[in-house]
């Protein structure tokens, strides 16, 4: 039987929480199928352990996660440390260096989650691909004349023809693979004259490529309107690294819930790991009250395992995942009076019930 070794990375506030409730559920998949092995092997990066060292990381990270065949995420942020110190000392650090450029984003209403908007009727399902590893989040920049009246600081994002194409091909890849062939790319190319236009100017040779996919340009103003409007009309998006960050929570509220979201940060070159996280943060609010809602981490473990190449596994523990959601066993922000573990106990009685 094959066997993975996975990369545990809980990180802060309810990190552990959801990332411990989703290794008890693979685990117990595991056992039950019995047609895979995978072993977590815990890592404490995060500011507890920044408080201890100095870093976020250990100062060969990006080694240490090399050697496994995944790794799954929990959040990062802390109240009592700056968010740009954290976000950049651990998952940032690992995004963009690690050059997982493709960051996936499934938006699907979801048993136990309505979208808000009457003008879906059906529901919702698109899915996001950000760039992730260029654009906004770069980290390009500097301050002059700090704390003086006439301080300056600049944000500079960076574009790059590669990144640019391989994230586009991605896309068409992605939107080629799902029923509609549709995708919609999404730029600011009326006011930002340089990077965006590079973007649509790389969208329109790309195409060429994928004749059998239909697509179009949307300004990003523009766009969230039209997710709001006509979600219907939308199938696959791709953006920018900042623009998508901001799509990708407007879609999952509209969705239903930021609490089931789930993110895959990929190397679609598969030379090194990919990284699997919810999209949500720590969420100070409810840390260490044990309501963490767990789906978005069991549905980007599911996506860890449909990479490593367990579809069938993972196809099995998203339709346990429902049946539990849909029998209404629910976390407080689905309304629902479950805890954490509630789902969890829920989840693994219901993999006992699958038939191998
Ligand atoms: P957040 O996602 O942590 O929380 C936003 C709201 O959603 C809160 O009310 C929270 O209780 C709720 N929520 C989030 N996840 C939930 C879940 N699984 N179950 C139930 N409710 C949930 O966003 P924020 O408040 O903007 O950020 C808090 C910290 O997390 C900051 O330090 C921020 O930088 C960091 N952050 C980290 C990541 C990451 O590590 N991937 C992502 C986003 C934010
Ligand atoms: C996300 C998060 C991160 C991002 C932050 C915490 C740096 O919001 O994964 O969506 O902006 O990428
Ligand atoms: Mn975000």
Redesign the pocket.
């Known amino acids: 039987t094959p066997s993975y070794n996975i990369a545990s990375i809980p990180?802060d506030?309810?990190?552990p929480e959801?990332v411990s409730a989703a290794i008890q559920v693979v685990e117990k998949l595991a056992k039950t199928l019995g047609t895979f092995q995978i072993e977590f092997t815990h890592i404490p990066w995060g500011t507890a352990y920044y408080k201890e060292t100095g870093r976020y990381v250990s100062e060969d990270a990006l080694d240490t996660l090399r050697k496994f065949d995944a790794g799954i995420?929990g959040?990062?942020?802390?109240p009592d440390v700056p968010?740009h110190i954290?976000?950049w000392g651990l998952?940032l650090a690992i995004r963009g260096p690690l050059q997982l450029y493709a960051n996936v984003r499934p938006v699907r209403t979801f048993p136990g989650t309505k979208c808000p908007l009457n003008t879906a009727t059906e529901g919702i399902d698109w899915m996001l691909v950000r760039e992730n590893s260029e654009g906004e989040y770069a980290g390009q920049g500097g301050r002059s004349h700090i704390g003086q009246k006439w301080e300056a600081a600049t944000e500079v994002a960076i574009f790059t023809r590669v990144g640019i194409e391989r994230i586009m091909r991605f896309a068409f890849e992605t939107a080629r693979s799902r029923p509609r062939k549709l995708l919609t790319v999404v730029t600011k190319s009326n006011s930002m004259r340089n990077g965006m236009v590079l973007w649509d100017e790389i969208a329109t040779a790309v195409a060429k490529d994928y004749p059998d996919v239909t697509w179009d340009k949307m300004l990003v103003d523009a766009m969230t309107v039209r997710m709001v409007a006509k979600p219907q009309s939308i199938d696959t998006i791709v953006g920018t690294n900042l623009h998508m960050d901001i799509l990708s929570d407007l879609a999952a509220a509209l969705a239903g819930s930021?609490?089931v979201a789930p993110s895959s940060n990929l190397d679609p070159t598969r030379k090194n790991p990919s990284l699997f996280?919810?999209?949500?943060?720590?969420?100070?609010?409810?840390t260490g009250k044990g309501?963490?809602?767990?789906v978005?981490t069991f549905w980007s473990a599911a996506e860890m395992l449909k990479w490593i190449g367990e579809k069938d596994a993972a196809g099995k523990l998203m339709t346990c995942v429902e049946n539990v959601c849909a029998s209404g066993v629910l976390?407080p922000?689905l309304g629902g009076t479950s805890n954490t573990q509630g789902v969890v106990d829920a989840v693994c009685a219901e993999i006992e019930q699958i038939k191998a």
């Open positions: 990180g506030g309810i990190g959801v995420f959040a990062v942020g802390a968010d954290s976000l998952l930021i609490g996280e919810p999209v949500h943060g720590s969420a100070f609010d409810i309501i963490a809602n767990p978005a976390t922000d």
